[in-house]
């Protein structure tokens, strides 16, 4: 069973995007990291983990431990669509194969071309490929 995307189809049809899932090791714990516009608040968790749990049960799916919660201030990014979401914020964006021998960047998330992110860093914007991406996140602001 493709976890992944029932939770995708799910989490979509109550009006959350699933952000990320984490299973441990033996897969007793299951993190699930949901958003919205306009933010995450208690309610929104429990009423997702209540009816998650009802649809783990339906479709077997095997956990001792649910947690249900935002993806908090520094959001992972994954998909095209977080970053054209969050164009204007700064991000960390760590890469798998260096650019000009660099591999971490710390920047301001530009407008990207199809399968590309921009990201300005000290004046100069960087077009990095989505899928040399290793991880990326945002970096709040205080």
Known sequence: ???QGLLDNTLA?????????????KGALLRVFI????????????????????????ENVAYDRL?????????????????VRFAGQ???LKLRVPMEGQRNFVGVICAGEAGK????????????D????????LMPAF
């Open 90 to 92: 700064k991000a960390k």
């Open 130 to 137: 989505l899928g040399n991406l290793d991880k990326a996140r």
């Open 35 to 58: 958003d919205k516009p306009g933010g995450i608040t208690v309610e929104d968790c429990a009423l997702v983990s209540n009816h998650l749990s009802r649809l783990f049960t339906v």
């Open 13 to 25: 049809g109550l009006g959350y995007e699933l952000v990320d899932l984490e299973r441990s090791a």
């Open 117 to 128: 992110v921009g990201i300005e860093v000290d004046g100069r914007v960087w077009s990095i």
């Open 67 to 83: 947690e249900v919660s935002s993806p908090g201030l520094d959001r992972p990014l994954r998909k095209a669509e977080d970053f």
């Open 1 to 3: 069973m493709d976890l």
